[in-house]
């Protein structure tokens, strides 16, 4: 059976190497599904056909009408990469606000494995809020990948996060 990987991807650098996480995900035999939060969606905007090309699936950043039917898969595991100060801190809130947010705060409710690859300046990280967010997303069963202070978008940890996914699907 073909793994279905959400990956919820947030407006920090790295986003624009999506096409990266995609392929390596397709190696290890996942169906992805790319959701944008709305800021990520607009960065990536020219790049969405090509997306939706390369992952045979719409690409979502806003919720659908009640009347309209799923797009997409059921998700066996959701990766959050890059996930942002912003969505980290709503996401231990449990604010909805965003299709991604809702999704992610569903994913814990149902279940379904997690992993988290944060990814803000240093002077974020250091906000005592943002330290308490991370904790709270632990305490709730979500797996976190905290990658070195130097990690560049060149060198996100799109491997390690994927090693970590499949891990939790055994």
């Known amino acids: ?27 290890r035999d996942f169906d992805v599904c790319v959701i944008l939060t709305p800021t990520a969606a607009d960065w990536l905007a020219d790049s969405r056909a090509e997306l939706e090309e390369l992952t ?3 690409v979502r950043s806003a919720y659908k009408r009640p009347a309209d039917p ?3 898969p059921q998700a066996h595991a959701v990766l959050v990469a890059p996930a942002s100060f912003n969505t980290i801190n709503k996401w231990a809130a449990g604010i909805s606000d965003t299709l991604a947010l809702g ?10 494995p997690v992993l988290a690859v944060p990814h803000s300046k240093g002077a974020l990280q250091a906000h ?27 060198t996100f940890p799109w491997e390690r996060a994927l090693d970590r ?3 939790r699907l055994r």
Do not use: K
């Not at 995609?22 to 190696?27: N, P």
């Not at 999704?103 to 379904?112: M, P, Q, V």
């Not at 330290?131 to 070195?148: M, Y």
């Open 1 to 27: 059976m073909r793994h279905v990987l959400y990956a919820v991807m947030c407006a920090a650098p790295p986003v624009h190497h999506v096409r990266r996480l995609v392929s390596a995900a397709h190696a």
């Open 56 to 58: 045979g699936h719409p």
């Open 70 to 72: 799923d797009v997409l």
């Open 103 to 112: 999704l992610i705060n569903e994913a814990i409710g149902l279940e379904i």
């Open 128 to 154: 005592p809020a943002y330290r308490r967010s991370l904790a709270a997303l632990e305490d709730a069963g979500v797996e976190l990948l905290l990658p070195d202070a130097a990690v560049t978008s060149q």
């Open 165 to 167: 996914v499949s891990r």
